[in-house]
């Protein structure tokens, strides 16, 4: 007797051998691709035919392979329609990746917009936001809906700030509220903001914030847990390996968890009834991509605020040009603390040259590394048994030249560039001749060691210092590696710990008293505050040519002052620079708002970002030539008032066993803000033009870019 044969499940249909027999799904059959290739001149969505095996599974969002120009790509389905207004054939969708729809229409609507304000490709922007794909991660079982605490937060955090409770009324009641808000010395911002998150879900929103690191996210996601639960909050970040990272943002796609919180990528997040986009410290550089097109963080959100309707919150220690900005256009409300309660909670300040009483004391003060007052802060940290933070804008130890008497930068006196010694091997020192052929002293000057300029390469024998007159010269080591040194045999008996700049990143700084020596962004957090902070060499971070150097160098000062604790529990800061400069006044009245006005104004009058849109054109002559011509030109309807700005030669980007890259150069286009989106389409245009013709040089255009030198 035979038994039975088990019942198995029915097949699914399989597509016919023959393409010739594929026939056309009955309902909706076209559907609307946008392939995986990043060209310009392809940047648009292409129709293509669903069959009818294909027709249950092909929904926008999902992932499909079809063959365009001859060969089989990938590319996401963005939605089905009835017709095309394609007159010939339309070739067909081979397959469907997987069944999954990763690509929701306001995320795809997003990439759209981001793509178009900075003249970049759909495809780019769409590989940025939605990770590759993970096929065991799919096939398990969907992460269920974490049960959370919706019950209103703790409000008295915020009760320092005037406007603090309007922000978390807003949130709760589901109300679009735009703010900046610079947090106060010393406060607990990982606190602050997942009581923000969790008032914006009491009103059945969801919540992400963006934050620069892993540090941060750590942090943050420790205080959001804390408030809402573990399972309530997600953290989006690259470390996470692919496996993981998809799991997670599977889990945020189908309604799992709503409040994110991660690094830039995190701002595509693909979240539902979005109530909360919020950014920490939005001036850092993290929070730029640096791939094609290069968006920023801050950015991306203000876009996906204005086509959702959530609430932006821009929050940092300090203030950007850009936070100013939209604070002046009243798009933003500043979410400040008063006067009183700001020099309650801040640190004493001190700056060197401040009074005269300071450099009777202390004569050598402006020409000291570390002079007489920032030792007695530091002893006066120690013996209370508080940690200090010493911060310092190098790694390891870095040679430059300095005048011997007032360490004032040594520059070139015929471009003002700074003054180094010639590599071996160089051109300078074989030569003793610049770039242009000018030579300084004498032909045999720089080959005999002496210092040239690193910008014209002029030898320059014969230095005079512009601030106190003198000739001499002297080589300074300056570093985290070399002042740990040096710091380890003036405070014998005290722990000296290093972090960043080549050591591992402390995310503590531990308790009792110790010497942190921290690059800047790596500062360990003080469980109890640090009892004093020594920000060395100011002059290094406030000389390098670049258009926010003043913000960036404020930014970081604030960051490691906001760890000390007030100035009535003895909380010292100790700035090594010349009180004189604006940056320096900013850092001491602690006035971030008032520094980032007078950068805005200062920008509004040479004509740079954010006062005006900009765009960065970098490649070789020609090809930096072509491109900005046909921007220009008239025929093409330019943008409305566009401006060049030179081109002017750059050295290449240093990827180490690359070829010699030739010439490169870097041409600026300046438009005024209502024509930013004419700028990014023409410049989009120009693109598409050249890869048209299959041009092969590579030119890389950034809009807005965050270096200006």
């Known amino acids: 007797m035979s038994t039975p044969a088990p019942r198995t499940a029915p097949r699914a249909r399989r597509a016919p051998r023959d393409r010739g027999e594929w026939k056309p799904a009955a309902v909706l059959p076209v559907a609307r691709v946008v392939v995986d290739v990043p060209l310009p001149h392809l940047d648009r969505p292409f129709d293509y035919r669903v069959p009818t095996h294909l027709d249950e599974a092909a929904v926008p969002g999902v992932r499909i392979r079809v063959r365009f120009a001859g060969r089989m790509v990938d590319g996401f389905l963005l939605e089905r329609a009835e017709d095309s207004a394609h007159g010939g054939k339309l070739a067909w969708v081979d397959k469907v990746v997987s069944a999954e729809p990763v690509l929701t229409a306001e995320v795809a609507g997003l990439a759209r917009a981001v793509a178009d304000r900075y003249g970049g490709v759909l495809a780019d922007v769409l590989r940025l936001a939605v990770p590759a794909r993970h096929a065991r991660v799919e096939s398990e079982k969907p992460r269920d809906r974490a049960d959370e605490d919706v019950s209103a937060p703790d409000r008295s955090g915020w009760a320092a700030y005037p406007r603090g409770a309007a922000l978390l009324d807003a949130l709760a009641g589901g109300r679009a509220a735009h703010a900046v808000w610079q947090a106060l010395p010393g406060e607990d911002w990982p606190v602050r903001l997942a009581e923000a998150a969790a008032a914006t879900r009491t009103a059945g929103r969801s919540a992400l914030v963006v934050v620069p690191d892993q540090r941060d996210v750590d942090r943050l996601h420790t205080a959001c847990a804390a408030l809402l639960g573990d399972d309530a909050v997600v953290a989006l970040t690259a470390e996470l390996g692919p496996a993981e990272r998809y799991r997670r943002w599977l889990a945020v796609r189908r309604g799992g968890v709503r409040v994110v919180v991660g690094t830039r990528s995190a701002a595509f997040a693909p979240l539902g009834e979005l109530g909360l986009l919020a950014v920490w410290?939005?001036?850092?550089?993290?929070?730029?991509?640096?791939?094609?097109?290069?968006?920023?963080?801050?950015?991306?959100?203000?876009?996906?605020?204005?086509?959702?309707?959530?609430?932006?919150?821009?929050?940092?220690?300090a203030r950007t040009a850009e936070a100013q900005m939209l604070v002046d256009a009243r798009w933003a409300s500043p979410v400040v603390a008063d006067r009183a309660t700001v020099r309650e909670r801040a640190p004493r300040v001190t700056a060197i040259g401040e009074s005269d009483t300071q450099l009777v004391r202390d004569p050598a003060a402006r020409a000291a590394r570390i002079p007489g007052v920032a030792f007695e802060a530091a002893r006066a940290a120690v013996a209370a048994d508080r940690p200090v933070l010493v911060q310092v804008p190098r790694s390891g130890y870095l040679p430059f030249l300095a005048c011997a008497t007032c360490r004032d930068a040594a520059r070139c006196r015929h471009c003002a560039g700074p003054l180094g010694l010639p590599r071996p091997g160089s051109a300078a020192s074989r030569t003793g001749a610049g770039p242009?052929?000018?030579?300084?002293?004498?032909?045999?000057?720089?080959?005999?060691?002496?210092?040239?300029?690193?910008?014209?390469?002029?030898a320059e024998p014969g230095f005079r210092c512009g601030q106190c007159g003198s000739r001499r010269l002297r080589a300074g080591v300056i570093g985290a590696g070399r002042t740990a040194e040096e710091l380890?045999?003036?405070?014998?008996?005290?722990?000296?710990?290093?972090?960043?700049g080549g050591a591992p990143v402390l995310d503590e700084a531990g308790e009792g008293p110790a010497l942190v020596v921290a690059t800047p962004g790596a500062e360990p957090v003080a469980a109890g505050g640090y009892g004093a902070a020594l920000l060395l060499d100011g002059w290094a971070m406030l000389a390098r040519p670049d258009l926010r150097v003043a913000e960036e160098t404020l930014r970081r000062w604030f960051a490691a002052a906001a760890g000390v604790v007030p100035h009535a529990e003895g909380g010292r800061v100790v700035v090594v620079a010349d009180s004189?400069?604006?940056?320096?006044?900013?850092?001491?009245?602690?006035?971030?708002?008032?520094?980032?006005?007078?950068?805005?104004a200062a920008r509004a009058e040479v004509g740079f970002p954010p006062a005006v849109r900009m765009a960065a054109v970098e490649g070789p002559p020609d090809a930096v030539a072509e491109l900005c011509d046909a921007v220009l030109d008239p025929d093409r309807y330019p943008p409305d008032g566009v401006e060049l700005l030179g081109p002017v030669e750059i050295d290449p980007p240093e990827r180490p066993g690359a070829a010699d890259p030739g010439i490169r150069e870097r041409a600026l286009l300046r438009v005024p803000r209502p024509a930013g989106r004419r700028l990014a389409a023409a410049l989009h245009d120009a693109q598409a033009l050249r890869t048209a013709r299959k041009a092969t040089e590579t030119v890389r255009v950034r809009l807005d870019p965050q270096e200006i030198d």
Do not use: M
């Open 281 to 317: 410290d939005d001036g850092d550089d993290s929070h730029v991509e640096p791939r094609a097109p290069y968006p920023q963080v801050r950015d991306v959100l203000v876009l996906r605020a204005h086509r959702e309707g959530a609430a932006v919150l821009v929050a940092g220690f």
């Open 436 to 458: 242009s052929g000018a030579r300084g002293g004498g032909p045999d000057d720089a080959a005999a060691g002496l210092p040239a300029c690193r910008w014209c390469g002029r």
């Open 488 to 500: 380890g045999r003036a405070f014998p008996g005290v722990p000296v710990r290093t972090s960043g």
């Open 580 to 600: 004189a400069i604006p940056t320096v006044q900013a850092l001491v009245r602690w006035d971030p708002a008032g520094h980032a006005e007078s950068e805005l």
